[in-house]
């Protein structure tokens, strides 16, 4: 098995040591895993409402691992940017830095977190899913500095989670179109994410018509990943995800090495 979207205590909203992490991955049987830690930026000028790790300690830190459980488990460093407009420049500058893996997420519009359960974000559903997925297609043209989207259609989670009837509208679907065509253009992939399942949501991320969508416009590049931010979340879903794909038609799942992807045949 392969995860690669996992946290560690480099994040700020999970506590585990990321060796604890491999040596749970390694208990598992699991040949390969990939830290993607969150940087977060903020648009306020406030500094310290960034979520940002010391990189160079982070990068040190999982190479150290990397060695020492080289015969047992293949450990990888990525992270996962929380993008907004207005911060593009700054991810750029980041993504320069060595990671094998950068995962591109949308976890705030205009400074608000969407997954709040405060009333600041759009109750509406149908207003909010055209507010995040416009959002997401306008960083999606301009930012190229990433491998893979994660949880593209994460907001069905804040709504899920926040007891709001929600569905995948006409309108929405418009723009998630627009999305994967975008992506699939600069051969970028799409993350299945299985922490959905963990939230009481009826399908991974993405839901089924999204991936479907992806897949008939000609996508071929998948990553899996757990999303885990506890031990006991480690590789959660990951086989029947791979299952899943291929039902859907798919061959290959993909990881990535120095910002390459290498196929992994289902």
Same mark, same amino acid.
Do not use: W
């Given at each position: 098995?392969?995860?690669?979207?996992?946290?560690?205590?480099?994040?700020?909203?999970?506590?585990?040591?990321?060796?604890?992490?491999?040596?749970?991955?390694?208990?598992?049987?699991?040949?390969?895993?990939?830290?993607?830690?969150?940087?977060?930026?903020?648009?306020?000028?406030?500094?310290?409402?960034?979520?940002?790790?010391?990189?160079?300690?982070?990068?040190?830190?999982?190479?150290?691992?990397?060695?020492?459980?080289?015969?047992?488990?293949?450990?990888?460093?990525?992270?996962?940017?929380?993008?907004?407009?207005?911060?593009?420049?700054?991810?750029?500058?980041?993504?320069?830095?060595?990671?094998?893996?950068?995962?591109?997420?949308?976890?705030?519009?205009?400074?608000?977190?969407?997954?709040?359960?405060?009333?600041?974000?759009?109750?509406?559903?149908?207003?909010?899913?055209?507010?995040?997925?416009?959002?997401?297609?306008?960083?999606?043209?301009?930012?190229?500095?990433?491998?893979?989207?994660?949880?593209?259609?994460?907001?069905?989670?804040?709504?899920?989670?926040?007891?709001?009837?929600?569905?995948?509208?006409?309108?929405?679907?418009?723009?998630?179109?627009?999305?994967?065509?975008?992506?699939?253009?600069?051969?970028?992939?799409?993350?299945?994410?299985?922490?959905?399942?963990?939230?009481?949501?009826?399908?991974?991320?993405?839901?089924?018509?999204?991936?479907?969508? &992806?897949?008939?416009?000609?996508?071929?590049?998948?990553?899996?990943?757990?999303?885990?931010?506890?031990?006991?979340?480690?590789? &959660?879903?990951?086989?029947?995800?791979?299952?899943?794909?291929?039902?859907?038609?798919?061959?290959?799942?993909?990881?990535?090495?120095?910002?390459?992807?290498?196929?992994?045949?289902?």
């Amino acid at each position: 098995m392969y995860d690669f979207h996992l946290h560690s205590n480099f994040s700020v909203d999970c506590k585990v040591p990321p060796e604890d992490m491999v040596k749970e991955a390694i208990k598992m049987g699991m040949k390969a895993i990939c830290f993607t830690d969150h940087i977060d930026l903020s648009l306020d000028q406030d500094k310290s409402k960034n979520v940002l790790f010391n990189i160079e300690d982070y990068i040190k830190e999982i190479n150290k691992l990397k060695y020492t459980y080289i015969n047992e488990i293949e450990v990888l460093k990525g992270v996962e940017f929380g993008l907004q407009l207005g911060l593009i420049d700054k991810y750029n500058e980041l993504s320069k830095n060595p990671f094998d893996f950068i995962l591109c997420s949308i976890h705030s519009i205009d400074g608000e977190r969407i997954f709040s359960r405060e009333k600041s974000f759009d109750k509406d559903y149908e207003a909010g899913q055209v507010r995040y997925y416009t959002e997401m297609l306008e960083v999606l043209k301009n930012f190229d500095s990433f491998d893979s989207l994660a949880h593209i259609d994460f907001i069905d989670r804040y709504y899920k989670y926040n007891d709001i009837e929600y569905k995948f509208t006409d309108a929405a679907k418009e723009i998630v179109y627009e999305i994967l065509k975008v992506i699939i253009d600069k051969e970028k992939a799409l993350e299945i994410n299985t922490a959905a399942l963990r939230f009481n949501m009826k399908s991974f991320h993405p839901q089924d018509d999204i991936l479907d969508m &992806y897949k008939s416009l000609g996508g071929e590049l998948i990553t899996v990943g757990s999303d885990a931010h506890y031990k006991e979340d480690l590789a &959660y879903g990951i086989k029947d995800a791979e299952k899943y794909l291929k039902e859907k038609g798919f061959k290959y799942l993909y990881i990535y090495k120095k910002r390459r992807p290498y196929p992994i045949h289902l």
